[in-house]
């Protein structure tokens, strides 16, 4: 059984590019979270996806959107990258949104 | 509003000791409380979760936690640490309903000495 994955694992970009990140929930999940964790913190919700609509957000800035397909995966992006979005970009699934099980994240190096 | 505390950023014991790892949390309705470990470079992995049943939880690799609604803890405990236990490991709280996001606390680094 296939756990959640996350694509790709290491991303390197320019301030004021794009990035999109991108997650497969784990088999069974209908509903994605994405949180981002800077060094030495803990995880900060960003949103949170469920039936392809964004359910919840965190105190993210509108340069954060989301998207969440038919099959239940998810992409995340960040337009106008700034030095500080450098960051450990983590995924969660869970089946309704109680439980959730993360994947092994991507890390986001802003030059 | 929900919050977590962990108490003390950084837990240090010897192979086969006691581990005790402090979390405190608020919440305005009753809780869902989780623990979650993450080895270096990798993501978060469940360790074990609260859910209004059973006070006390067991969770894997001989973890468990013992909910107190009086003193709004969750405190993770094992009888006996193995160096494979070195990690960060998070408290998180998600008061459920509507709210779906989790919050965590800023973590607690184990390192275990031989």
């Known amino acids: 059984d296939a756990g959640v994955t996350q694509s790709p694992t290491h991303l390197i970009k320019t301030r004021g590019q794009q990035v999109t990140l991108r997650c497969s929930p784990k088999?069974?999940?209908?509903?994605v979270s994405w949180y981002q964790q800077a060094l030495g913190q803990g995880p900060q919700f960003i949103f949170q996806y469920y039936e392809e609509e964004e359910r919840q957000r965190g105190n993210f800035p509108d340069r954060f959107s989301g998207h969440q397909f038919p099959n239940y995966s998810s992409e995340l992006n960040v337009n106008a990258l700034l030095l500080g979005d450098s960051a450990l970009y983590l995924c969660?699934?869970?089946?309704?949104?109680?439980?959730?099980?993360f994947g092994p994240g991507t890390r986001l190096l802003v030059l | 509003a929900q919050s977590v505390t962990q108490l003390g950023s950084h837990v240090s014991v010897s192979e086969g000791a006691l581990v005790l790892l402090r979390c405190n949390y608020s919440?305005?309705?009753?809780?869902?409380l989780f623990w979650y470990v993450q080895y270096p470079n990798q993501g978060l992995q469940l360790l074990l979760k609260y859910t209004s049943a059973a006070t006390l939880v067991k969770g894997i690799n001989g973890f468990e936690a013992e909910f107190k609604k009086s003193e709004t803890s969750f405190h993770l405990t094992k009888p006996s640490a193995h160096m494979s236990d070195a990690a960060e490991y998070f408290c998180a709280v998600n008061s459920g309903g509507s709210n779906y996001k989790l919050t965590f606390g800023k973590g607690t680094l184990l390192t275990v000495n031989p």
């Open positions: 088999s069974g999940h209908d509903t």
């Open positions: 969660a699934s869970s089946r309704g949104g109680e439980t959730q099980y």
């Open positions: 919440s305005s309705v009753p809780p869902y």
